[in-house]
Nanobody, 123 residues
């Protein structure tokens, strides 16, 4: 059974930083294409950024470009989302997702999901 377990969310002041982690088990991590999404209350799930099994990154969403960075550590079966210069509008539940198929920004294309991690940015 494939499991994605997220950690690192919490409350942070605007302008601050957080790093989310997503540990993967039950699948050969090195063949998975991985991505981060988020979903704010009352909004659709939004693609943020992705990284393929070779380590190549997709272009991030415009809303996080220059502030958020995705990375992976195949030795730890883990991906990360480094979030800097956080804004109030970054408040959301953040999800990691994985697929063996080509990466898309459409969340329905992903096979595996983490449980979600709440990030709240305060003024």
């Amino acid at each position: 059974q494939v499991q994605l377990v997220e950690s690192g969310g919490g409350l942070v002041q605007a302008g601050g930083s957080l790093r989310l982690s997503c540990a993967v088990s039950g699948h050969t991590f090195s063949v998975l294409n991985m991505a981060w999404f988020r979903q704010a209350t009352g909004k659709e799930r939004e693609f943020l950024c992705g990284i393929d099994y070779r380590g190549a990154r997709t272009s991030p969403a415009g809303s996080v470009m220059g502030r958020f960075t995705i990375s992976r550590d195949d030795a730890k079966n883990t991906i990360y989302l480094q979030m800097n210069s956080l804004k109030l509008e970054d408040t959301a539940v953040y999800y990691c997702a994985g697929t063996i198929n080509p990466m898309f920004r459409d969340p329905s294309r992903y096979d595996y999901w983490g449980q979600g991690s709440q990030v709240t940015v305060s003024s």
